[in-house]
């Protein structure tokens, strides 16, 4: 019997987390910080409630009623299962293929529970009292998440399966949020209360990212052709880019400030185009000051890679300049240079956020809204989009650069 | 075909070619050696233009190359290198389509051209026209570099140490199929080597270069019976160049006509230099020899190899 030591770690702390962390904390008000409730509590108070749910009439609630049976049993079960899973050789599916499906339903599933908890302490409680996701979501969920990655590892599943199924877990989750199922639970309480915002700040987000990466790509690209055919040029171009990005980024924006001020009160001009000393002017060019590295380093670095032989020979067949740029360097070059741009949009995606100390707006603004006022859900609210934008990008990128890499025949 | 007067280059103050003076004609095979560092790469890339040239003048059919733009004159030349440097981004067939696909060649006329190639180079069209190069072996990789060279039927053949880096029993294949083409199309092949072994092989004629100058060129036989300086002689391997020149001469040419003698035979084609290794291993001095078509053609006798009147310097 050969045992999986990855998955013999990840089930016993999946176990551990849900036998000793907190499912989730219940607090009497928004401010306050709450009282863990173990998943065991969570179930001894849910499971009376099945009864009663089932008498309702509504489709709805039988569905969920039943969704949280399933839900309550699978919590413990799959739980169980998965850190024995590793030492199981024999299951029909095969471990690893169990690990995958548990992992599906054990998302949603946990979800659920809290939801289902957040609702009935609203209609037990004060509705001013907050259920809040506790540590031991959390810390399940990312192990979960761990455990299903490293299964789909050992599966040699390929990368289409392994989107399908984390596709497939998002797509639940957003299902179970989308009907209104887990509406009581506070993060969903603060979504409310900032759906007409959050709408808006994502919008101004994807705009401060979209803006920043156009000027980079405009001048990073140009520049690191140029880099890569001047030593000279390299040697004064890279170290500058090198010491911005050692700037904090708050500092950067702060030392933007005067100077654009100062330009928008010389120029009349500018600050009709809306340019000023807060706001999105300083964010974005502090962000394309940041981004300009990773484009220029990628850019250079994926010309320098392409191999010298295949450039000698194109020359001496009779390709022009041109005819080698198009037909050999680039589509050579791309991989790497997709990459840095890569590096940039998600480094941008994050910064974007420091960019609402200066006035730029975004999904920043949410965040430090609920950071000032020591609110966890309302950072959580700001947070999480960022990062689901992040996962989105990086996705796209993942699928340019697959196409990238058939084109060259090279390995992935 | 390709005249150079007086040719002068100098890098970084260093005279790389000096005054050189050569004729390349029409159909031959012909190979310029030398040590690393001798130019002799450099003398190949002024022909095509990727390396310009102080003084002189190199006329190609007639004109002067800086008349030509380099475009146009690298399209009339196929170029090989050691490297290859296929474009690892594209199939074989397209690969080897690269200079006709420049011309504008139409599409029916490239495929076919491709395919020719390929059967030319012992490569199956079907099974290798869509690989990549990364699928293919170093050898195959440098059949397909070559076919390249050829694929929009140049005047003339530019090579730069085409089989430096192949091992030797792929490298002796792809010299046979070099031997093959030249033969069968009469080009112009203008090959660049260190190898003295791969000179005298394949060679029509043989210019040795040292520090930028010509020191002699003659043909393989000449070069070895008539070296022109020590230079040349230690170049060629002091100590074996009789063996060499041996190797260089066709076993039949010496036999006398006579039947069958009792005793061992030579295979069909053999050089002197593997008859009297046989004779020297079995101690015997005469051999039977056969013709191309694998028929008696003699008997080949020791005293006749080492006689005075065929040997070196004489």
């Known amino acids: 019997m050969r045992i999986d030591p990855a998955g013999v770690l990840l089930g016993g702390f999946g176990l551990a987390a849900g036998l000793a962390l907190p499912l989730v904390t219940v ?33 709805v609630a039988d569905v969920s009623s039943t969704a949280l049976a399933l839900a309550l049993a699978l919590v413990v079960t799959s739980l169980l299962m998965l850190s024995l899973i590793a030492f199981w050789r024999k299951a029909a599916m095969g471990p690893d293929g169990m690990t995958v499906a548990l992992g599906v339903a054990l998302i949603p599933a946990l979800l659920l529970l809290a939801g289902r908890y957040a609702l009935h302490i609203s209609q037990n409680e004060s509705t001013l009292s907050r259920t809040a996701l506790g540590s031991g979501f959390w810390v399940m969920v990312l192990v979960v998440w761990l455990a299903v990655s490293n299964a789909l590892q050992r599966l040699r599943a390929g990368w289409a399966l392994g989107a399908g199924v984390r596709a497939v877990i998002a797509g639940c989750v957003l299902a179970a949020l989308a009907l209104g199922w887990c509406d009581q639970l506070s993060l969903m309480r603060e979504f409310a209360n900032h759906a007409d915002t959050l709408g ?76 000023s000393g807060i706001g999105l002017a300083p964010a974005v060019v502090a962000l394309t000051l940041y981004s300009l590295l990773p484009v220029v380093r990628g850019t250079q670095a994926g ?110 | ?28 095979l012909l190979v310029l050696i030398g040590a690393s560092g001798s130019g002799k790469s450099t003398i190949l890339k002024m022909i095509n ?18 008349s030509f733009k380099p475009r146009d004159l690298r399209l009339r030349m196929g170029y090989a290198i050691q490297s290859v440097g296929l474009f690892p981004h594209w199939t074989v067939a397209r690969n080897i389509a690269t200079v006709p696909n420049l011309l504008g060649w139409p599409a029916a006329k490239i495929g076919k051209r491709v ?115 020590a230079t040349v002689e230690e170049f060629v391997g002091r100590s074996d160049i009789g063996i060499k020149w041996l190797s260089l001469q066709s076993a039949v040419d010496r036999a ?47 005293a006749d190899v080492f006689a005075p009147q065929g040997t070196p310097g004489g």
């Open chain 1, 27 to 59: 607090a009497p008000n928004r401010l306050v910080s709450g009282q863990g409730v173990s998943l065991w509590a969570v179930g001894q108070r849910l499971g009376p409630q099945l009864e009663q749910v089932t008498g309702q009439d509504a489709w």
């Open chain 1, 200 to 275: 808006a700040a994502v919008l101004r987000h994807v705009q401060i990212v979209v803006l920043t990466l156009l000027p980079a790509l405009c001048i990073g690209l140009p520049l690191g052709w140029m880099v890569n055919r001047s030593t000279r040029l390299r040697q004064w171009l890279l170290p500058p880019l090198n010491v911005i990005q050692t700037i904090p980024s708050i500092a950067l924006f702060g030392l933007l400030m005067v100077p654009l001020a100062w330009a928008a009160q010389a120029w009349p001009g500018l600050a009709a185009m809306g340019v």
């Open chain 1, 303 to 412: 010309l320098a890679q392409v191999p010298g032989a295949v450039l000698d020979a194109a020359r001496g067949m009779g390709m022009g300049s041109a005819q080698m740029f198009w037909h050999a360097q680039l589509p050579l070059a791309a991989p790497v240079i997709l990459a840095g741009i890569r590096t940039a949009t998600i480094q941008t995606v994050g910064l974007a956020a420091v960019a609402a100390l200066v006035g730029a707006g975004g999904l920043g603004a949410i965040m430090f809204d609920g950071l000032f006022g020591s609110a966890q859900d309302l950072v959580l609210l700001g947070v999480l989009p960022i990062v689901g934008l992040a996962v989105l990008l990086d996705l796209g990128f993942e699928v340019l650069n697959r196409l990238a890499h058939v084109r060259t025949g090279g390995t992935v």
């Open chain 2, 1 to 28: 075909m390709i005249r150079f007067e007086h040719i002068c280059k100098s890098y970084k103050g260093a005279r790389v070619v000096d005054d050189l003076n050569l004729h390349i004609a029409r159909g031959e």
């Open chain 2, 49 to 66: 233009r990727l390396e310009p040239h102080d003084s002189g003048r190199i006329l190609f059919d007639g004109r002067e190359i800086q």
């Open chain 2, 115 to 229: 395919d020719a190639l390929l059967t030319l180079f012992e490569l199956a069209p079907a099974q290798y026209r869509t690989r990549l190069p990364h699928q293919l072996s170093g050898g195959q990789q440098q059949r397909v570099g070559v076919a390249r060279a050829l694929a929009a039927d140049p005047d003339v053949l530019l090579m730069d140490e085409p089989f430096g880096a192949l091992d030797p029993v792929t490298r002796a294949a792809l010299q046979q199929a070099l031997k093959r083409i030249h033969r069968q199309s009469g080009k112009t092949i203008v090959l660049v080597t260190h190898d003295i072994d791969e000179a005298l092989l394949l060679a029509t004629r043989v210019v040795l270069i040292d520090q930028g100058r010509v020191v002699q060129q003659a043909t393989p036989l000449d070069l070895l019976s008539r070296p022109a300086n």
């Open chain 2, 256 to 302: 006398r006509a006579q039947p069958t003698s009792p005793g061992l035979t030579l295979a069909a084609q053999a050089s002197l230099r593997e008859a009297v290794s046989i004779m020297a291993l079995h101690h015997v001095d005469r051999i039977n020899v056969l013709d191309t078509s694998g028929q008696h053609a003699g008997v080949l006798y020791a």
